[in-house]
């Protein structure tokens, strides 16, 4: 936020202007399928649009736009009666407890969260471990149960060791799964359980030992993102100015989203959205503009929730004006 200051940027500066919408999803129409089957309760449609995508980071997004729907909990109970030996029904209920349990904590600071509310969110991540573990067990093959047992690990303040074990389970079924990696990021920042020494280790590592083309090159500017939050105002500009965090972004950008190998699939346009962020944050304003376009207007709500945690639009329509676009 620093960087809007010196630009003389405020959130009012844009009242009474248009403001893009931020996009809930990828685009992909099968997202909205799923997630409107599972609004009407209709199981066996959510089964259909899940069995036809393969197992791992082609079926995060649809599993998690099921666990974000309201009332999953209470329809998938019979379900899970009338299939108890199948793992699909186990891992819809292990993820939407995840997201239930969010729900009962809500996004407020841990000081601001009762301990009623912390006891709720705790046992729904329980049980949601309990489904996973049993989807694990029966599908050793499979990355989205251990790639929930990620989530609910750092919500319920899994040691670090376990953690990584965690993690290691889920690369070890998708190498270059990016919200593994995402997930092993925060555990690593300084704000959790970690420092920036090795959360910038673990995003260079990460993005530079997958091949060229893949979207883990994003892990070094969420790396540089969340030093910049971690700082008081003077500091965090000064950080972020600094000659070698415009080399480091430029380099990962070349081996991930510039690279011709690179996919606009998946978590594509969050990618962009979050160079767009750290290039404007180093004031690189050709290279944010590079970015701005490729996304078109569409906002994610990561990063741009870290700016303006109501309405991340506007701080990506804030950032965007430096660049011309």
Known sequence: MALLRDWGLTLGTWVGRPVPK??????????????EAAAAADWPAV????????????????????????????????VLEAEPEAPLP???AG??????????????????????????????????????????????????PWYGLQITGRGLQIDAGT?????????????????????????????????????????????????AGTALGQLVAVAHVEHWLALDRGPDTRYMRRPEVARSLQQAADHSYRHP??????????????????FSLVGDVASARECFRAT?????????YYVDAAEPAKAYKQFRSVTGR
């Open 261 to 278: 190998d690179f996919e606009r699939r998946g978590n594509w346009l969050q990618v962009y959205n979050t160079f767009a962020m750290a």
């Open 22 to 35: 931020v996009q809930q999803d990828s685009g992909d129409p099968d997202v909205r399928r799923v997630r």
């Open 163 to 211: 953690a990584r074990r965690r993690f290691a389970a889920t690369v070890r079924r998708d190498p270059y799964h990016l919200g593994a990696h995402q997930q092993q990021l925060q555990q690593v920042c300084e704000k959790w359980s970690g420092s920036h020494e090795e959360m910038h280790a673990f995003a260079h590592e990460s993005a530079f030992g997958a091949p």
């Open 296 to 304: 078109q207007g569409r906002v994610t709500e990561f990063p741009w």
């Open 90 to 92: 186990r891992l819809v």
């Open 95 to 144: 993820i939407r407890h995840i997201c239930w349990g969010w729900e009962a904590r809500t996004g407020a600071r841990a000081q601001d969260v009762s301990r009623e509310q912390f006891e709720v969110f705790h046992a729904r991540l329980r049980a949601a471990e309990t489904w996973l573990y049993e989807v694990a067990e029966q599908q050793p093959g499979w990355t989205s």
């Open 47 to 78: 089964k259909a649009v899940l069995e036809a995508r393969a197992e791992s980071e082609d079926r995060t997004e649809l599993l998690w736009a099921v666990g974000d729907t309201s009332g999953v909990e209470e329809w998938i109970t019979p």
